[in-house]
């Protein structure tokens, strides 16, 4: 059988999976501090003993992520916080992995653990931030986090701990399947990501997602003429296929 069958099959294939990434971009456009995924493959020629690299299949480059900012949207919460400029926020997974994020919706459950709202725990200076009973709280533009004690003054704020706020090269980071940043392994560092001090938040506010939904969909209609392309190339090869088995009968 002709190999084009195996060329458009390996075609549909990566249209196939671009489609997911583009898909999966559009479903998370609203989502908070999201980052999109880039999709990409190139052409690989085939050679084959000592002849000449006459078919080229589809193959998959190293896929990347959109480490770009969102949009800044005001809540006017007094736990919600974004990221001004570079730079994330740290949290602890359900496997107690540091990981980082730009997802900036906070809350404070029934034991005191200020966690995301996705129930993540959000790190401070020493591990996970655990605060008092607290009548009022407050997050400066450093992520220092201060609350007037349950039944204290009003006015007689105390600092409990801050968020801590890391800043690694941005080519030393990947994205998991989990949808969070952290470092590539062959990147990654002997102990803990050091905070950074440097890095300034604005409460009130949350990051979007820095997905373009035009720019998905239309992505995802030239994907989806690709992916028809492709199985016409494979219909084709059968198509020749089986011309060439009746001209054989034939002979």
Request: net charge negative; proline share 5%; aromatic share 4%.
């Amino acid at each position: 059988m002709d190999k084009a069958l195996y060329i458009g099959m390996s075609g549909a294939k990566q249209n196939m999976m671009a489609q997911r990434a583009h898909a999966n971009n559009l479903a998370n456009v609203n989502t908070t501090g999201f980052k999109k995924d880039f999709a990409q493959a190139r052409s690989m020629p085939v050679f084959g003993g000592d002849g000449q690299p006459t078919r080229a299949y589809a193959m998959t480059e190293r896929p990347g992520t959109d480490l770009s900012s969102g949009a800044l949207q005001e809540t006017g919460r007094k736990l919600d916080v974004a990221l001004e400029g570079d730079g994330w926020l740290a949290v602890q997974n359900g496997q107690g992995e540091e990981v980082f994020t730009r997802s900036g919706s906070l809350q404070v459950d029934v034991n005191g653990l200020m966690r995301l709202s996705s129930g993540e725990m959000v790190m401070g200076n020493g591990g996970p931030v655990a605060l008092p009973p607290y009548d009022n709280i407050q997050i400066g533009n450093d992520g220092t986090i201060s609350i007037v004690p349950a039944g204290g003054p009003p006015d007689q704020m105390v600092e409990i701990d801050r968020l801590k706020l890391v800043n690694p090269p941005a080519d030393a980071l990947e994205k998991g399947e989990d949808g969070f940043i952290r470092r590539k392994p062959d990147q990654a560092l002997d102990g803990e990501e050091p905070a950074d001090a440097s890095m300034r938040v604005a409460t009130g506010f949350l990051e979007s997602s820095n997905v373009n939904a035009v720019e998905e969909m239309i992505s995802n209609l030239q994907l989806s003429r690709q992916y028809e392309m492709q199985v016409k190339v494979m219909s084709t090869a059968k198509e020749n296929s089986e011309a060439s088995a009746r001209l054989l009968q034939n002979l």
